[in-house]
């Protein structure tokens, strides 16, 4: 049976991968809103879909649409806004009697979890955060390692390098305040597939905080953990940037490379045949990363005390 889905921040970069994963599917994009009216892209996917700039003219189509058909609403709301957007409309979703999609992070401040949880029991409907990597074939093989080996001390390094420009520091995405902080917008499904894989934070510490880099150790259940992000391309390996590339992943266990480089096609497309199959993750399953965020966000570094990712040792540091 085809689900009817509606999208709000249809302008964003992530947007159409929700598209093709809704049409894709076998399923119907109806409606979508943005403040930007750049959004020729939705012609690829749902081009008789109905489109609002306004929020207010949005909420009161998928009222009215609850309403005036016998209480049919839409199925599901795909969530692609900003940020600190996402607490608000996962909680429209549930208002006009649809579940949500929405991507990371549900939440900026984990405490809003809870009123989800009550909002998820009183309106009879569900909240997935799209956890994609979870569903990536070496992050279910790495797992399986995991638990087959029944160790509790293995050795990780996670590097995460992406370039961005001026432009990111000028937007939401640079306000820690609406995203959360570089944790949030670049290393959320890093430490979700990790807690995921490695299991409850033991201890963290924080070496390194500036606006465009991070940098700590994680002490997990099953592993010790050295990270760092960064957007700054001076801290791109010399061989990548050599190369014209503008990125670097690289995530080590026990000295053996995980390869995520391919494989992140269609996890969007997963992501929803798992929701719609009856499997997603939800709140619980979201809540243990963006907790570990906030902690880092709100933390106060400390000396590396000689643990620390590579990226900080001496003949490292020009790079911080």
């Known amino acids: 049976m085809t689900q009817q ?13 929700h598209m093709k994963a809704i049409r894709d599917t076998g399923n119907e994009l109806i409606a979508a809103m943005d403040r930007n009216d750049s959004v020729g892209v939705i012609d690829s996917y749902a081009p008789e879909a109905a489109f609002f700039t306004e929020f207010e003219r949005f909420d009161r189509f998928l009222e009215k649409r609850r309403r005036e058909q016998g209480g049919e609403a839409i199925d599901y709301l795909a969530i692609c806004s900003p940020n600190y957007l996402h607490d608000a409309h996962c909680r429209l979703a549930l208002r006009v009697g649809a579940h949500a999609i929405c991507e990371k992070p549900l939440v900026i401040n984990p405490w809003n979890l809870d009123q989800l949880r009550e909002l998820e029991q009183e309106y009879g409907k569900k909240v997935y955060s799209v956890l994609q990597l979870r569903l990536h074939p070496e992050v279910i093989a790495l797992k399986e390692q995991v638990e087959a080996s029944q160790r509790s001390d293995h050795e990780i390094e996670l590097t995460y390098i992406t370039r961005r ?4 520091h000028q937007s939401w995405k640079g306000n820690p305040e609406l995203s959360g902080g570089l944790g949030m917008n670049i290393g959320v499904h890093f430490f979700d597939f ?18 465009d880099k991070l940098s700590g150790v994680l002490h997990l259940e099953k592993a010790r953990i050295k990270w760092f992000l960064s957007i700054d391309h001076h801290d791109l390996p010399d061989e ?9 992943r690289a995530i080590r266990v026990d000295g053996n490379e995980v390869d995520l480089s391919k494989g992140f096609t269609d996890l969007h497309t997963e992501v929803y045949r798992n929701i719609l199959a009856g499997g997603g993750h939800g709140i619980d399953e979201a809540q243990r990363a963006i907790e570990l965020i906030y902690q880092i966000r709100t933390s106060q570094t400390v000396p590396t ?5 590579p990226f900080l040792s001496p003949k490292q540091s020009l790079r911080v």
């Open 165 to 168: 420009g001026r432009w990111y």
């Open 194 to 211: 990790l807690l995921w894989i490695f299991g409850s934070v033991q201890r963290s510490y924080l070496h390194l905080s500036q606006p």
């Open 240 to 248: 990548v940037q050599a190369a014209g590339g503008y990125a670097h």
């Open 305 to 309: 005390g000689g643990a620390a990712h």
């Open 5 to 17: 889905f509606a999208l709000i921040g249809a302008a964003g970069f992530v947007a159409p991968k």
